[in-house]
């Protein structure tokens, strides 16, 4: 396939470390252009730099968002009216109705749309989920916790210090316990959206999960983890091996997903329907 013409919106710290590199190197795309709040910031991602979004959407046949979910709600519906494909990034918008939007402007422009859950390209989730599927699992637990919000750390920011976990790795262990566990149903939070949030999720079939969610806790922190239990055993997600590209996963099936059509399991309707649970759970939180 010829590589996909990517133009990238945002050039902050996971720009520099993800979104840019895998653009560039991937032999599926190529990274035609950046538009970003600072142009300088911009021009050190080795990519054209465009003053006007518009003009990036002209030098580009699909676009990918590592901005605020705010900003890639709005920026999104503008790519999609403008019949680009997306790679998104989670979660879909800062609210329900942002991500509401996103979605139907995908849904109303026909184009193709891609999320990047990012454990989701891993080989270590794929073969968790595909053992998940043996054990018949009814039960499951996952926990993410870290101190990403204190300090001077890379991604302590504006958006993540005023939501929380919830919001930023929310989506990452609700999609997978989704995942492993069957659609969910139902959610029931319980804590404060800055410290420590709990979940007990329930799913189609039956199944119930809990998980525990933190980006406030100080020292060292246990690795993340996920693990589900069924009337066949049980299986675990274990620690991702560093040699593991998926970001080379994600370029391939963005490239794929634009070029033979036909969408992904991870598109814009997925991401809204994980932020309808995120949402219903932040309504139950106490601030």
Not at 28 to 47: F, I
Not at 116 to 135: D, H, N, P, Q
Not at 150 to 165: I, S
Not at 204 to 226: F, H, K, Q, R
């Amino acid at each position: 396939m010829e590589p996909v013409a990517v133009g990238l919106i945002g050039a902050g710290p996971w720009a520099r470390m993800a979104h840019a590199p895998m653009l560039a190197k991937s032999p599926h795309t190529r990274l035609a252009g950046v538009w970003a709040r600072r142009p300088e910031a911009a021009a050190e991602l080795g990519a054209p730099v465009f003053a006007r979004v518009e003009e990036l959407f002209e030098h580009c046949e699909a676009v990918a968002f590592c901005v605020p979910p705010a900003v890639q709600a709005e920026y999104a519906v503008r790519a999609a009216r403008a019949g680009k494909a997306l790679l998104l990034e989670k979660p879909l918008g800062d609210s329900l109705e942002s991500a509401r939007r996103v979605a139907d402007a995908v849904a109303e422009a026909g184009v193709a749309s891609q999320m990047v859950f990012s454990m989701r390209y891993t080989a270590a989730a794929r073969g968790f989920l595909a053992r998940c599927a043996e054990v018949e699992p009814f039960g499951g637990h996952a926990a993410n916790i870290s101190g990403a919000l204190l300090g001077d750390h890379p991604f302590a920011t504006p958006w993540r210090l005023e939501r929380g976990a919830l919001l930023d790795v929310g989506p990452h262990v609700i999609d997978l316990l989704d995942a492993a566990l069957g659609p969910v149903t139902g959610v029931r939070a319980h804590g404060h959206p800055l410290r420590w949030v709990g979940l007990l999720l329930e799913h189609e079939g039956g199944a119930v999960s809990e998980a525990s969610l933190s980006m406030a806790a100080g020292g060292e922190t246990p690795p993340s983890s996920i693990a589900v239990y069924g009337r066949n055993g049980s299986a675990a997600l274990p620690p991702h091996d560093k040699d593991d590209d998926y970001l080379a996963t994600v370029a391939e099936e963005f490239a794929a997903t634009v070029r033979k059509g036909g969408g992904h399991p991870l598109d814009a309707a997925h991401g809204l329907r994980i932020q309808k649970i995120i949402a219903e759970a932040e309504a139950q939180l106490t601030p």
